[in-house]
């Protein structure tokens, strides 16, 4: 089914004006003419296409232009005046609507439309119907392509290639096929069309690899200015210390996410809340769980959605959120949650009702979007966020113990191109007791720099000396840390 049904169905339903909110011009156009074409031998109406710089043109038959109609008043006082039936779809009308001219004369196509059917259709990609016209108008809210129907389209982009490359097939693997389909839901019929094209068009070819640029192309039509980041850095859990017990997590629940065959009976996982010290991998640790996964990383910026008009946040956030239902499967990283939804300042009531929302979009969600959202306040935390059943588990972030500290200097040695074996990492990791995963990181930093400057090639000496001269966080908040671990015995699971 590819919606002209549904669009006939409400045009036949004898209704004066009919409004389309559609960026997809082009299309609805040809389902109008494809619907003109399939009625003629029972009801022969003529369609005609108005726009302000082409004036009225016959579509079912080649004729010129009526430019003399260019104009908004004329072209509806000709409407007015024709005796016959006609479909006159009229394109970005709608800044003409708050004409009371206007208005009136639509009103009188309308009130006569029992006479003679002249029926309207108003296509642009926002109409705002005057009051007086509401009770002459139907909207058609044109169905996003499905499955089949996206399966329709790449099928035709495959042919077109096939057609304009003689001697060239494209080369396709089934599984991204398959993927790609999936991926492409949530779009326009037109942007469909163009996504899968591109897929195909670079190299003649359908891979694993075309998939990550369709879902940046997607993302991008999709979230024109709004408060979701596309995250183009991510990392893999081998960059990661330690948070084994996150990783196995994750691992047992990938086929449920990507609804491997196998895997089908069980319900797909929500998401989890990683809760934890700061610089101890909680970032880290949502960019890997999207490798895990291997669907786009998003993150949700909570700051950006707060706006001082009433009801606003709210409406960004739901659009975000839907936003993520459309790119799924995908990963929805939330930094720091507590930040955006504890109470803030006097915008109590505005924060209830964020809270809210998320919560009920949790709740209620049945996408492939799996949330990862981190924390490291726990004072600012409501309680309604951590009860059981909203997340599917809640993580703790610890200080990494002696023998992840160990993982965590040998990643970052060798990042830097370091050859272990000239390291006592035994002993630096015994040294950094107390140290986050970001402290180790920052001591080797500061380490090569010192040795830089003293023109020697990093050695233990250097790095011992950058750890002597850190006072670190374990130390300097040490009440917050202790607060925060015995808040996290017994609500939460420990990474490791
Ligand atoms: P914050 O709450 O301050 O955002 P975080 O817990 O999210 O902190 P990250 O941003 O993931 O911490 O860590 C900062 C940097 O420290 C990382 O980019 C990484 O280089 C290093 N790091 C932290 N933890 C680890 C770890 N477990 N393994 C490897 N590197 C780590």
Redesign the pocket.
């Known amino acids: 089914m590819d919606g002209s049904h549904d669009l006939e169905l409400v045009l036949r339903s004898r209704t004066p004006i009919v409004v389309i909110e559609s960026q997809d011009e082009a299309r609805m156009l040809q389902l109008l003419q494809s619907i003109t074409l399939r009625r003629a031998s029972t009801n022969y109406v003529p369609i005609f296409r108005w726009t302000i710089t082409d004036g009225l043109q016959r579509l079912d038959i080649a004729l010129e232009p009526q430019t003399l109609n260019s104009e908004p008043t004329d072209v509806l006082k000709h409407i007015r005046a024709v005796n016959k039936p006609g479909l006159y779809v009229l394109l970005d009308f709608h800044p003409f609507l708050a004409d009371p001219v206007n208005v009136r004369l639509l009103k009188d196509i309308c009130i006569r439309f029992q006479d003679v059917e002249r029926q309207l259709v108003l296509i642009s990609h926002k109409v705002s119907v005057p009051q007086e016209l509401e009770g002459f108008c139907a909207r058609f809210d044109m169905a996003l392509p499905d499955s089949a129907e996206r399966a329709r389209i790449v099928q035709k982009a495959i042919a077109e290639y096939d057609a304009e490359h003689p001697g060239k097939k494209v080369q396709i693997d089934p599984r991204a096929h398959k993927l790609l389909v999936q991926n492409l839901s949530g779009l326009s019929y037109a942007d469909t069309a163009r996504l899968a094209r591109n897929a195909i068009c670079v190299d003649g070819a359908l891979s694993r690899s075309d998939l990550p640029q369709v879902m940046q192309a997607k993302y991008e039509l999709l979230n024109r200015g709004g408060a979701l980041q596309f995250e183009y850095d991510t990392?893999t859990f081998g960059?990661?210390?330690?948070?084994t017990k996150l990783k196995a997590w994750l691992t047992q629940r990938r086929p449920a996410f990507r609804r491997e065959q196998n895997a089908a009976h069980l319900a797909p996982p929500k998401g989890v809340l990683?809760i934890?010290?700061?610089?101890?991998?909680?970032?880290?640790?949502?960019?890997a769980t999207s490798a895990i996964f291997g669907v786009p990383l998003l993150r949700l910026d909570f700051a950006t959605i707060y706006d001082k008009y009433h009801g606003e946040t709210e409406r960004k956030l739901r659009e975000s959120l839907n936003t993520a239902d459309v790119m799924a499967p995908c990963v929805l990283w939330i930094?720091?949650i507590e930040k955006g939804i504890a109470g803030r300042g006097g915008e109590t009531g505005t924060t209830q009702r964020v809270l809210g929302t998320f919560l009920t979009w949790m709740a209620e969600k049945k996408s492939h979007v799996f949330v990862v959202a981190?924390?490291?306040d726990i004072t600012a935390m409501p309680p309604e966020l951590v009860r059981k059943g909203r997340f599917d588990e809640i993580f703790f972030?610890d200080l990494?113990g002696k023998e992840?500290r160990a993982?965590?200097l040998a990643?970052?040695l060798s990042?830097r191109k370091q050859a272990l074996g000239n390291f006592d990492i035994e002993s630096l990791a015994d040294a950094m007791a107390g140290f986050?995963?970001?402290?180790?990181?920052?001591a080797v930093v500061s380490a090569l720099y010192s040795a830089h400057a003293q023109d020697q090639p990093l050695s233990n000496r250097h790095i011992e000396s950058e750890v002597l001269q850190t006072r670190p966080l374990s130390v300097v908040m040490r009440e917050r840390v202790e607060e925060l671990r015995a808040w996290a015995a017994g609500r939460t699971v420990n990474c490791d």
Do not use: F, M, Y
């Open positions: 990392a960059d990661i210390g330690g948070l990683l934890g010290i700061q610089g101890c991998g909680k970032s880290l640790a949502a960019k930094d720091e981190t924390a490291n972030v990494p992840i993982a965590i990643i970052h990042r986050s995963g970001a402290e180790i990181e920052q």
